[in-house]
């Protein structure tokens, strides 16, 4: 949910007198005009009858370097396959699992990205699988540690393991499943479009990746042409009309709210969430 929704929320919850006068995401602030003076008090939020201040977090200055993995690593494997778990389990999703030998396989093969501290510390990881034949490319396994989340390094590791892709495979289809909303819409700015599942790669040792999967039992069920994840493409050699064609979804136009609420939707229709009112309006708020 965007400020915008939770301070209009906050105005109808008050009886939604007198006039809701906006949001200015650049200073932070609203101004309501009405009849009853209120305070309400949250951590990092104060609104008052005439101003709300959001008070932005502070974060530490932390200088991080992208660059392209090697040997030298391959240490950092046990961190990365761990954080990749956890991360798929706090958002209650599935995850293709990967060992710490294939991490450390991609590590040496120049086929992965990493972020590190200016002190040394694993900051954040992606890797590049090849299938059929090189044909069809997969950014995998993007994950950023959780104390240096908020930083954009995913979005900075995202563009580099996308440029290390082009450079090694300038004439394939770059392709992704993801649950994640943020994913989704750095894929979109890079010129990923959301396809059918029809359009990715039919290598099989691809899909024996998904077995690992929580969610694998819902692929099989729709003969690997759906699943909670979404299926972006980019295709460096696909004219614009064509990907016009292909793009299952023409109004994302990289807003991460759709985004988002195109995955609950997923989820929703998918895992067969209970079929209140509540949990159909938490779509739209």
């Given at each position: 949910?965007l400020?915008?929704?939770v301070?209009l929320?906050?105005f109808l919850?008050?009886?939604?007198?007198?006039?809701?006068?906006?949001?200015?995401?650049?200073?932070?602030?609203?101004?309501l005009?009405?009849?009853?003076?209120?305070?309400?008090?949250f951590?990092?939020?104060?609104?008052?009858?005439t101003?709300?201040?959001?008070?932005?977090p502070?974060m530490e200055?932390?200088?991080?370097?992208?660059?392209?993995?090697?040997a030298?690593?391959?240490?950092?494997?046990q961190?990365?396959?761990?954080?990749?778990?956890?991360?798929?389990?706090a958002?209650?999703?599935?995850?293709a699992?990967r060992?710490?030998e294939?991490?450390?396989?991609?590590?040496?093969?120049?086929?992965?990205?990493?972020a590190?501290?200016?002190?040394?510390?694993?900051?954040?990881?992606?890797y590049?699988?090849?299938w059929?034949h090189?044909?069809?490319?997969?950014?995998s396994?993007?994950?950023?540690s959780?104390?240096?989340?908020?930083?954009?390094?995913?979005?900075?590791?995202?563009?580099?393991?996308?440029?290390?892709?082009?450079?090694?495979?300038?004439?394939?289809?770059?392709?992704?499943?993801t649950?994640?909303p943020?994913?989704?819409?750095i894929?979109?700015?890079?010129g990923y479009?959301?396809v059918?599942?029809?359009?990715?790669?039919?290598?099989n040792e691809?899909?024996?990746?998904?077995q690992?999967?929580?969610?694998?039992e819902?692929?099989m069920?729709?003969?690997r042409?759906?699943?909670?994840?979404?299926?972006?493409?980019?295709d460096?050699?696909?004219p614009?009309n064509?990907?016009?064609?292909?793009?299952?979804?023409?109004?994302?136009?990289?807003?991460?709210?759709?985004?988002?609420?195109?995955?609950r939707?997923?989820?929703?229709?998918f895992?067969?969430?209970g079929?209140?009112?509540?949990?159909?309006?938490s779509?739209?708020?």
């Amino acid at each position: 949910m965007l400020w915008q929704d939770v301070l209009l929320l906050i105005f109808l919850q008050l009886g939604g007198e007198g006039t809701f006068l906006g949001f200015d995401p650049a200073i932070f602030s609203i101004s309501l005009c009405g009849r009853f003076p209120f305070v309400l008090s949250f951590p990092e939020l104060f609104i008052s009858a005439t101003q709300l201040f959001i008070s932005p977090p502070i974060m530490e200055e932390i200088t991080f370097k992208i660059l392209v993995a090697d040997a030298s690593h391959k240490s950092f494997a046990q961190q990365i396959t761990d954080e990749m778990a956890n991360s798929a389990k706090a958002r209650g999703t599935g995850i293709a699992k990967r060992s710490i030998e294939y991490v450390q396989t991609k590590i040496e093969e120049g086929k992965a990205i990493i972020a590190l501290t200016g002190d040394g510390r694993w900051a954040g990881f992606c890797y590049i699988e090849a299938w059929g034949h090189g044909k069809y490319v997969a950014n995998s396994g993007l994950i950023v540690s959780p104390e240096f989340r908020k930083y954009g390094l995913a979005r900075k590791i995202k563009q580099e393991i996308f440029k290390l892709s082009r450079l090694k495979y300038p004439d394939s289809k770059i392709f992704g499943l993801t649950t994640g909303p943020a994913v989704m819409k750095i894929n979109s700015e890079l010129g990923y479009i959301p396809v059918s599942y029809a359009d990715l790669t039919d290598d099989n040792e691809f899909w024996k990746g998904c077995q690992s999967c929580v969610n694998y039992e819902i692929l099989m069920s729709k003969s690997r042409q759906n699943c909670i994840c979404t299926a972006m493409l980019y295709d460096p050699n696909a004219p614009k009309n064509k990907l016009s064609e292909m793009a299952l979804r023409k109004d994302f136009d990289k807003r991460i709210k759709l985004f988002d609420r195109w995955v609950r939707l997923k989820k929703f229709v998918f895992l067969k969430l209970g079929k209140s009112s509540k949990s159909i309006l938490s779509f739209f708020i």
